[in-house]
Every structure is written in structure tokens, then in C-alpha cells.
């Protein structure tokens, strides 16, 4: 079955520094996608940046990447210059293979904290 | 371009009442997918609509259910309600199945009281 697991339940970093969620996924199927959302307090998701799996390159976006380690299984987003705006919960998601479904199988998302 | 609109944003019931949630998507997508947020078990596909047929189906009971309308709008209902039923409902589009993005909305907050 797959599964996203997200080990950092609160992060703190401070303002204009670079921090590092963490994301590790278990699938069986070749082809999959994975995805980071943004949550602040309003509720709404936000998409940040996706990464297929047969994508050479990581992903970048903005401020945004996404170190993508195959062989670890693990997707970690990377968000540089921390800006205050970015005090949300950070969730990764994965998709099936099939591609054609709006399911995604989401972690317990990550709480991130910028400090002034 | 406006997004994905969900209405009520607040929703309080009490136990045994029903509800119905919707979702306009954004204008072209044709999948609308649902998604419930908890605490506890964080979030959790319902179903997922394309073009007016379910294409999928989370583990979650029968009293929990879906429509699509022709303009790609999208209706959830909850009959019976249980205490556990209090959540955040989410609602996301993409424009095909083939997605990179699933856009989501605000969500309905429910409080079955």
C-alpha cells in the first residue's frame, strides 16, 4: 500500500534562513507523482511544487525545491529564504501511477514556524 | 480566473441531522475530488467526480456521498451524522485526470454538535 510519512511534526526557523521538510514515501508502483501543499491557518491548500517520478531534474519553484532521492524514497522540500508568510503546515501528497484520479495519499503534514 | 468556491465555509449540526456541502470547481476542470481532514487521521480521500461518474472511492461509509452536475459542480452528502463527522471538507479540482495539480479550495468546516 503506499504511504507518505512526514517525521517532523513542528519545525522553527528563522527568518531568511533555509529549512528542510522532510518526506518519505513507499510505493510499489513505477510511475507516481509527488507533491507538496501549503496550509496556513485559513485552511486552504496551497500547491508548492510537484515532482513525477521519472522527472530527471528535481523540481524547482521560486523559492520552492524539491530534493527528490529515488532510491531513498525520499522527497524533501526546501524552502530558502524563510519569510514570516511562510509560518503554515507543510503537507507532501503522492498520486497513484494511473494518473488519471484526484486521489492523493497525503503524510501528517509538518508545522513550520519562522522566527523574526 | 476565479478558484475552486466551497460553500458554507461554517457549518454546525447536531447528531442524526444531514448535510450537504458544495464545490464549484475551476471554470474547464472537469474532476472535482473530496477530501475530509481531522486531527486524528488527517486527510482522507472521499471520492473523486469526472464528467458526472464517480471514478473513485475512499473508505469511508455509505452515508458519505457524492454527485457531479453537468457544469462540473460538485455536491457531497452526509446523512446521519456522528460526532466524528466534525471536520474540515476539502474540495479540490484539476482539469483532466492526468494531473500535476490539484487545486483546492477553502473547505467547509462541520461541527456536529
Known amino acids: 500500500a503506499q504511504k507518505i510519512t512526514q517525521t517532523q511534526p513542528g519545525m522553527f526557523v528563522q527568518e531568511k534562513e533555509a529549512v528542510t521538510l522532510d518526506c518519505t514515501y513507499d510505493?510499489?508502483?513505477?510511475?507516481?507523482?509527488l507533491f507538496w501543499y501549503k496550509q496556513p491557518s485559513s485552511g486552504e491548500m496551497i500547491f508548492l511544487i510537484y515532482?513525477?517520478?521519472?522527472?530527471?531534474q528535481n523540481a524547482t519553484e521560486g523559492r520552492y525545491s524539491l530534493n527528490f532521492q529515488k532510491a531513498r524514497k525520499s522527497a524533501n522540500l526546501v524552502i530558502s529564504a524563510s519569510q514570516l508568510g511562510d509560518s503554515a503546515m507543510y503537507f507532501c501528497?503522492?498520486?497513484?501511477?494511473?494518473?488519471?484520479?484526484?486521489?492523493?495519499?497525503f503524510g501528517q503534514g509538518t508545522t513550520l514556524q519562522v522566527k523574526p | 480566473k476565479a478558484g475552486v468556491t466551497q460553500t458554507p465555509r461554517y457549518l454546525i449540526k447536531t447528531r442524526g441531522q444531514q448535510v450537504t456541502l458544495s464545490c464549484s470547481p475551476i471554470?474547464?476542470?472537469?474532476?472535482v475530488s473530496w477530501y475530509q481532514q481531522t486531527p486524528g487521521q488527517g486527510l482522507q480521500f472521499l471520492f473523486e467526480?469526472?464528467?458526472?461518474?464517480?471514478?473513485n472511492k475512499g473508505n469511508f461509509p455509505g452515508r458519505f456521498s457524492g454527485r457531479q452536475f453537468s457544469n462540473s459542480r460538485s455536491e457531497m452528502n452526509v446523512s446521519t451524522l456522528e460526532l466524528g463527522d466534525s471536520a474540515l471538507y476539502l474540495c479540490?479540482?484539476?482539469?483532466?485526470?492526468?494531473?500535476?495539480?490539484?487545486?483546492f479550495g477553502s473547505g467547509t468546516q462541520l461541527s456536529v454538535l
Open positions: 479540490a479540482s484539476s482539469l483532466t485526470g492526468r494531473i500535476e495539480k490539484l487545486f
Open positions: 510505493t510499489s508502483d513505477p510511475s507516481y507523482g
Open positions: 515532482q513525477g517520478s521519472y522527472d530527471q
Open positions: 501528497a503522492m498520486r497513484d501511477g494511473s494518473g488519471n484520479t484526484g486521489k492523493l495519499i
Open positions: 471554470s474547464g476542470h472537469r474532476s
Open positions: 467526480y469526472f464528467s458526472e461518474t464517480q471514478r
